[in-house]
């Protein structure tokens, strides 16, 4: 996996991981590439990742049932519950799995730049343990950059026409 970006914020005495991306698209573009299905699928997860949705049901208490298939081969069965919608600036919600829904908790938020938005992309564990069990485990601080890698790139093609 590539070196971890001096953008991201991993403390040390604080169960938290935490990444902030000026991307060169506008908020609202930035909000449904976060929000929609149809954009989802196209950059979750990071390179080579797929993903396939059982159910998607965006509204405070709905939850996003997906599957993310690694390029190794690797099933990961993922549960998303929203929490807080607030659009275009900011989104909070669970993200675990069907037997451990509350694994971590997601706060995004989006401020325009001019042509641009400011995303900052905060994750609290419950302990610093499991940030760090994460870490080991699936990579969590190189798998969010390369997520948030992906969504720049997806990002540009959207706005490219590609």
Do not use: C
Request: without cysteine; negative net charge; aromatic residues 10%.
């Amino acid at each position: 996996m590539p070196a971890v970006n001096p953008d991201d914020f991993v403390p040390a005495d604080e169960a938290v991981i935490q990444f902030t991306r000026l991307l060169d698209a506008p908020r609202e573009l930035v909000w449904e590439a976060f929000t929609d299905p149809n954009h989802l699928l196209h950059w979750w997860g990071g390179e080579g990742v797929s993903i396939t949705t059982h159910s998607h049901d965006f509204r405070t208490g709905g939850v996003w049932d997906f599957v993310m298939h690694d390029p190794s081969g690797t099933d990961y069965d993922n549960k998303i519950t929203y929490e807080t919608i607030e659009k275009p600036s900011r989104l909070v919600y669970r993200h675990g799995s069907p037997d451990d829904p509350d694994l971590f908790r997601v706060t995004i938020t989006l401020t325009p730049e001019g042509a641009k938005t400011l995303l900052v992309m905060h994750s609290r564990f419950p302990s610093v343990a499991i940030r760090d069990q994460l870490a080991r485990e699936v990579g969590a601080v190189e798998r969010g950059s390369l997520h948030l890698k992906r969504l720049a790139e997806y990002l540009h093609q959207q706005q490219n026409g590609q």
